[in-house]
C-alpha cells in the first residue's frame, strides 16, 4: 500500500494522462520483499553518569557497520548499514537503547522506457527498551 506521497505521484500523472498531456512518467514500484544484514559493532566510550541523584546508571556509546542483501520484487541486490547509538542500564534490570542508523541499496526501476538505477537511502531510529529477569 502506497503511502500519501506515493499515491499523490500516481494521482498525478492519471490527471495528466487524462487531460492529454504525454510529458508525465509513472513511476515503477519494486517491493522489498525481505532483508537480512550482518552487523559489526563497536563500543569506544562507557561509563557511568549520575540519574539527578536518583540512581547511578552505566552507559554505552557505540558504532556500528554492515552489509547483507535485500530481495526485491524484481531480485536480490547488496544492501549496507551505518550508524551509532546510545544504551543505558537504568537499573539492575531495566535499559533502555536509542540508535540511528543509514541503510542503503541500488535498485533499478522501471521508467515506462527503460530502466532506471535508483540509489535509495533509507534512514531508520530506534528506541528500545529491554528487560533481564
Known amino acids: 500500500q502506497l503511502n500519501s506521497e506515493g499515491r499523490k505521484i500516481f494521482d498525478d ?3 495528466r494522462r487524462a487531460a492529454g498531456d504525454t510529458n508525465y512518467r509513472i513511476p515503477g514500484l519494486d517491493y522489498a520483499r525481505d532483508s ?3 552487523v559489526l559493532n563497536w563500543y569506544p566510550i562507557y561509563g557511568k553518569t ?5 540512581a547511578v546508571a552505566q552507559f554505552d556509546i557505540y558504532f556500528l557497520g554492515g552489509a547483507g542483501q535485500i530481495n526485491l520484487e524484481s531480485g536480490s541486490v547488496p544492501m549496507y548499514t551505518a550508524g551509532g547509538g546510545i544504551g543505558m542500564w537504568l537499573n539492575q534490570h531495566l535499559s533502555a537503547r536509542l540508535e540511528a542508523r543509514w541503510q542503503g541499496y541500488r535498485d533499478r526501476a522501471w ?7 535508483l540509489d535509495i537511502n533509507r534512514t531508520v531510529l530506534t528506541a528500545t527498551l529491554g528487560f533481564l529477569l
Open 13 to 15: 500523472a492519471a490527471a
Open 36 to 38: 537480512w544484514l550482518g
Open 50 to 54: 549520575n540519574l539527578f541523584d536518583a
Open 111 to 117: 521508467d515506462g522506457s527503460t530502466f532506471a538505477n
